[in-house]
């Protein structure tokens, strides 16, 4: 069975950092983690979950939502099959569940969430920014 687990959620303040981190688990981990893309998704209360990032499979290739280009960082260690989001200069409307996702497709797929499906998801990790 397949398994995203993220990690690093929590209560920050404004200005703040957090660093997420989402760990590939199972069958899928041993074969297919190095070759897929990987993206963070979020979801606030009372809206729809929204493309946060991506990641190429090499690692080669990131991609951001506007809303978070230049405080948001995403990489993946193939080694761990681990792919991490490091979060800066935090802000309220940046507080969310925060979801891990495998792509059906490549990275820049993603970006066109919900257009495209993703193969895999996280169950989520909540990410509370104070103001």
């Known amino acids: 069975q397949v398994q995203l687990v993220e990690s690093g959620g929590g209560l920050v303040q404004a200005g703040g950092s957090l660093r997420l981190s989402c760990a590939a688990s199972?069958?899928?981990?041993?074969?297919?983690?190095?070759?897929?893309?990987m993206g963070w998704f979020r979801q606030a209360p009372g809206k729809e979950r929204e493309f946060v990032a991506a990641?190429?499979?090499?690692?080669?290739?990131?991609y951001y939502a506007d809303s978070v280009k230049g405080r948001f960082t995403i990489s993946r260690d193939n080694a761990k099959d681990t792919v991490y989001l490091q979060m800066n200069s935090l802000k309220p409307e940046d507080t969310a569940v925060y979801y891990c996702a495998a792509a059906a497709g490549n990275a820049a797929t993603m970006t066109l969430w919900p257009k495209y499906g993703m193969s895999y998801w996280g169950k989520g990790t909540l990410v509370t920014v104070s103001s």
């Open positions: 990641i190429s499979w090499s690692g080669g290739s990131t």
């Open positions: 199972g069958r899928y981990s041993e074969r297919t983690f190095s070759n897929s893309a």
